[in-house]
């Protein structure tokens, strides 16, 4: 019988672990915690948003190759992965695509991983952490600072270093570093963004719908010729913008910059760039079912129709009141001048619309480890084996889950990615662990 010891009780560690032993290893899973799961009891704003419906559920995930994260997905897809808790007594429903317990519990998924290990006989070791690793011969050898645990076979499934309070210190980095493993650079993602500007403390709060496009962008020399005085004499350098990533959805103004689900989505490009207030923008369409003509046309009627009154009540059906001293300083207006002045001047009626469609600003970086829900980076996937996910340095080695350099959109994407990626190294394991070794 094959013995498998899994490092690490989140969500791909237990799958790893169920796995195995259901293939017939006999499975001892350490945790540096006292409880198994944490994570995931915070995931979905406590709800656990399981999975994804998705059939594609690699095009929603970065970091590796598309190609190396579609042939581990394959192995547990997503209506696997509902049937999977269904057996286990965990039924669940869909809303918009994201997949959730009928619970609406993340306790219940845990609850439901963690009976399947008692039934299967798995060895849960709690509050124990792994601080080395090694092989002797053909024989893995696990320490904490006062036990060593031996194996055919060790799965590392660690997570990352995004929210560190459940136990995901990053440690998981070094015990893979031990065993010759490269780890490509590790940042926050799903998180909020930081910003520059001082006008963040009064819209604090404030929520609205928007579409942001993230853009890197590069200045160019200002062009020499006819025509092109103004940008010489500005000494404004012109730019050339190139399109990241857009979203829609809720945007949430923070007293540092922003928040909400769009911004998690864009969250990871920013915190991947070396220099973000250089290259990056970020642009906010605050009224995206309005076309810019449509705009124009329905704010210079109102304007005409309100004639002496101030700017403000122009707009106050269209934006938040606290966003609006902001708009109308973008545009280079104040609340003080008339719907009168604006009616009549084109370039004014222009500059509004652009500064409502177009909000610009610019990225700082991203909240820390503490805040963030996952981590870009991990593990190199060129060094590990996509139908396994064994260790391509060290047979009887294997990764699951967030360690490794794969990161998903929220959805459901990232636990999606663990239960997958557990999957198949804990089949892999049980299946061949040092029987491999030559
Ligand atoms: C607030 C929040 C909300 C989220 N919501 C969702 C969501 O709704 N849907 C979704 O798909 N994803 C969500 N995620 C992301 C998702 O939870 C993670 O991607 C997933 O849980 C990662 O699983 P994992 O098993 O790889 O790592 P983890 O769950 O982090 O588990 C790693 C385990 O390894 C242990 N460990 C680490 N190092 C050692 C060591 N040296 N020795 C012993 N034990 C060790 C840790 O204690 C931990 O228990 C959310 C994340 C957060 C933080």
């Known amino acids: 019988m094959k013995r498998v010891i899994v490092v690490g009780a989140g969500a791909s560690g237990m799958m790893a672990a169920i796995t195995a032993a259901k293939n017939g290893a006999a499975v001892t899973v ?15 704003n406590g709800r656990c948003n399981l999975t994804h419906v998705d059939e594609r559920p690699e095009e929603s995930c970065f970091g ?12 547990l897809m997503p209506e696997d992965v509902r049937r999977f808790f269904l057996e286990l007594g965990l039924p669940t429903f869909e809303k918009n695509g994201y997949v959730y317990p009928v619970t609406g519990q993340s306790s219940s ?29 053909t024989i893995w050898k696990v320490r904490t600072d006062s036990w060593c645990y031996e194996g055919d076979a060790v799965i590392l499934a660690c997570g990352s270093k995004a929210a560190p309070r459940t ?20 940042q926050p993602a799903l998180t909020p963004v930081l910003c520059e500007g001082d006008f963040f403390q009064a819209v604090a709060g404030v929520r609205c719908r928007a579409t942001v496009s993230l853009y890197r962008v590069t200045k160019k020399e200002p062009r020499k010729g006819p025509g092109r005085e103004s940008e010489k004499e500005s000494g404004r350098k012109p730019e050339e913008k190139r399109l990241i990533r857009r979203e829609s959805g809720e945007l949430l103004w923070t007293g540092y910059g922003v928040s909400g689900i769009l911004v998690f989505q864009l969250s990871r490009f920013i915190s991947t760039s070396s220099s973000p ?19 124009a ?49 084109r370039e004014l009626l222009g500059r509004l619309v652009w500064s409502i469609k177009h909000f610009r600003l610019i990225p700082r970086g991203t909240k820390s480890f503490d805040t963030c829900q996952v981590c870009a ?4 996937t060129a060094q590990v084996d996509c139908r396994t996910l064994e260790s391509g340095l060290q047979s009887g080695l294997y990764f699951a889950g967030e360690i490794l350099d794969v990161d998903g959109l929220c959805g459901g994407y990232n636990l999606q990615w663990a239960w997958a990626s557990g999957y198949t190294a804990g089949r892999a394991a049980a299946q061949s662990g040092s029987a491999k070794i030559s």
């Not at 598309?66 to 997905?73: A, C, G, Q, S």
């Not at 129709?305 to 009141?321: D, T, V």
Request: one cysteine or more; proline letters at 2%; glycine letters at 10%.
């Open 167 to 186: 136990g995901s210190d990053g440690s998981g980095y070094e015990l893979a570093k031990m065993a010759g493993h490269r780890i490509r650079a590790v």
């Open 277 to 295: 207030e250089k290259e990056l923008i970020l642009e906010a369409d605050l009224l995206p079912d309005l076309s810019e003509e449509d705009l």
């Open 64 to 75: 590796a190759e598309r190609v190396w994260i579609r042939e581990v997905m394959r192995h």
């Open 377 to 380: 980076g991990g593990v190199d």
């Open 109 to 137: 998924v845990t609850a439901v991983l963690t009976s399947e290990m008692r039934r299967l006989k798995i060895k849960l070791k709690l509050s124990e952490k792994i601080l080395a690793l090694e092989k002797d011969g």
């Open 297 to 345: 046309g329905i704010l210079r009627m109102k304007a005409k129709a309100l004639g002496q009154e101030k700017l403000p009540a122009l707009l106050a059906g269209f934006l938040n009141e606290k966003l609006i001293p902001v708009i109308l300083k973008r545009a280079g207006m104040t609340k003080k001048n008339s719907c009168e002045e604006m009616a009549g001047d």
């Open 30 to 44: 350490v945790d540096a915690m006292d409880r198994a799961g944490k994570k995931i009891l915070l995931t979905g």
